[in-house]
């Protein structure tokens, strides 16, 4: 296959691909603003989140000598205590205040802040600080029980991030 | 490249009125809905699912009514398929950045069992790579036109354009000995 027969075949080939791609001809209403559920359960049957370190101590000094990302179910996971909660949907004090009400007392807030994207439509740019309290703004991640059990929350503020699960696309609270 | 002239046309809608509107959402639904099928096919192929081409889908068709007043009237395919590109780049980078940060997050793929060769082949492009060479393949619009919908340089997209199409020549012609 020379150069000019790959043009003329792809043309004809990634279009007759795109043809029987699926599709659906049934946008959503316009007065419509919450998303499908489906999303939803599909971010919430993953989400898991941590990190196990494993230290070890030779002559007086500490080496972390392991640092293993470790499975631990989300707890709004089909079967988790807040399964179906939509805390991403909240704000931080309002999942706080949820959290809370539920006897989630002990949790770690993990802020994201910079940008998804550079100023050139590159990689963007993020700062990660952990914290007591959550910011006011921000998209929610749902998180996990850690082994510790404390439950560590995400909160996304990066200029340009989406949302996940039912709220993914809607308006940065 | 013979296709697309004809059916750019097929875009425009009509201009703003007097109030500095479009028209009611009738007006939009009538203009845009019919890109919506091609839309969420295209996004299969960006996004390599049904269910996350559907999501984004039904976000761009949203943010499209909400942005309509702004739009300037001229393509609205264009216009369309740039604000479900942007949608799911941004849903890409966020599946990666949580997906290794929560775990696995589950999706079915979809594949095309008619041209297994040639998925395989896109698959193995990077999405924005993937989605210039399908709006200037299957599209027909120029570097230029593609570097404003991608909000990148117009070399940026030349470079694309050259590096996916010299890797689908190689994959495509790996089993012709």
Known sequence: ?173 | MTTTRSLRTLGTVRPLDATGSRGDPEAFEAAVRPHYVNLVRRLVLVLGNQHDAEDVAQDAYLKAFQAWDRFDGTDVRAWLYTIGLRLAFNQLRGRKRWQSALGRIESRPWSDPSDPDLWAAIRGLDARTRSALLLNVIDGYTHAEIAAMLEVPEGTVASWLSRGRAALRRELTRDEG
């Open chain 1, 1 to 173: 296959m020379d150069g000019h027969d790959l043009d003329t075949s792809l043309e004809a080939r990634l279009a007759a691909m795109e043809a029987r791609a699926p599709g659906r001809d049934d946008p959503p209403r316009l007065d419509q603003r919450s998303r499908r559920g489906r999303f939803a359960v599909s971010f919430a049957m993953a989400p898991v989140l941590v990190l196990a370190l494993v230290a070890s101590a030779a002559a007086g000094t500490v080496v972390i000598s392991r640092l293993t990302a470790e499975g631990h179910s989300g707890i709004e996971n089909p079967g988790q205590p807040l399964e179906g909660a939509a805390m991403e949907c909240m704000t931080g004090p309002e999942a706080q205040a949820f959290l809370a009400a539920h006897g989630y007392t002990d949790v770690v807030w993990q802020v994201e802040s910079g940008s998804v994207l550079s100023a050139d439509g590159g990689k963007g740019s993020s700062t990660t600080v952990q914290q007591a309290s959550p910011p006011d703004h921000g998209y929610v991640i749902p998180g996990s029980v850690q082994d510790s059990g404390q439950l560590l929350m995400v909160v996304d503020q990066r200029v340009g991030a989406t949302g996940v699960g039912a709220c993914f696309g809607q308006p940065m609270p």
